[in-house]
Every structure is written in structure tokens, then in C-alpha cells.
Nanobody
Framework: QVQLVESGGGLVQPGGSLTLSCAAS????????IGWFRQAPGKEREGILC?????????YYKDSVKGRFTASRDNAKNTVSLQMSDLKPEDTAVYYC????????????????????????WGKGVLVTVSA
């Protein structure tokens, strides 16, 4: 079964750190672009960190997470992680990973907000709550 599953969400205090994982099954994630997205209460979903399949390409970071969030691939585990540090209450959201198996780079450019067709594979999301 082709799917993405996020894990690692939870409650963290402001200034704290958390790492989310996106695990793929049914396909090799390292062959595809992947986007990390989040949707805060009452707000639209936004792409925050976008990775191309080629690790030599520079990832895209939304300004609001630049310098605080990073991502890395573990090809042996078929996962992509999102390392989040210096978390702020405004980072509270449901976090999703997504990819597209049909259109090369669609997930990357959709993640950047180019308004293309939505990627075809999404995880169900995990909740991250930043609160004292």
C-alpha cells in the first residue's frame, strides 16, 4: 500500500525542540520530492519546507521557519525527518508531509506555493502544540 505516515507530534514548550518523521511505504521516498506542510487553526495550509529528490538541490524554507527548521532523509529507513527547534506558539499546527509519484517536482513547487495540482499522496498529519 502506497502511503505516508507522520509521527512525533506532541506538546512542547516555547523554545523547545521536536522532530517529526514521515515514513513512506510502497515506494522509495528518496526518488521523489517531498514537502512538509502545516495548517494552523483557522488558517490555510502552507508549505514550510520543500525538498527535491536530489540532495544536491537546496531545500526551500518558508521565511517563518528559516533558521529553526531543517529536514533530512534517511534512505535506509525510507523516511524524511523535520527537525524543529526554538519553537514558538505560532508554530502550533497539524503538520503533514506529501509527495507525488506521477509528476516530477510537483510536490516541491506546490510546497513553495505555486498553486499547482495538489500532490497525490498525503499523510494524515500530526498535531504539534507549542504552549507553556
Amino acid at each position: 500500500q502506497v502511503q505516508l505516515v507522520e509521527s512525533g507530534g506532541g506538546l512542547v514548550q516555547p523554545g523547545g525542540s521536536l522532530t517529526l518523521s514521515c515514513a513512506a511505504s510502497g515506494f522509495a521516498l528518496d526518488n521523489y520530492d517531498i514537502g512538509w506542510f502545516r495548517q494552523a487553526p483557522g488558517k490555510e495550509r502552507e508549505g514550510i519546507l520543500c525538498l527535491k529528490s536530489n540532495d544536491d538541490d537546496v531545500p526551500y524554507y518558508k521565511d517563518s521557519v528559516k533558521g529553526r527548521f531543517t529536514a533530512s532523509r534517511d534512505n535506509a529507513k525510507n523516511t524524511v525527518s523535520l527537525q524543529m527547534s526554538d519553537l514558538k506558539p505560532e508554530d502550533t499546527a497539524v503538520y503533514y508531509c506529501a509527495t507525488d509519484l506521477e509528476a516530477a517536482h510537483l510536490a516541491f513547487y506546490y510546497c513553495k506555493g505555486y498553486g499547482l495540482k495538489s500532490p497525490d499522496i498525503w499523510g494524515k498529519g500530526v498535531l504539534v502544540t507549542v504552549s507553556a
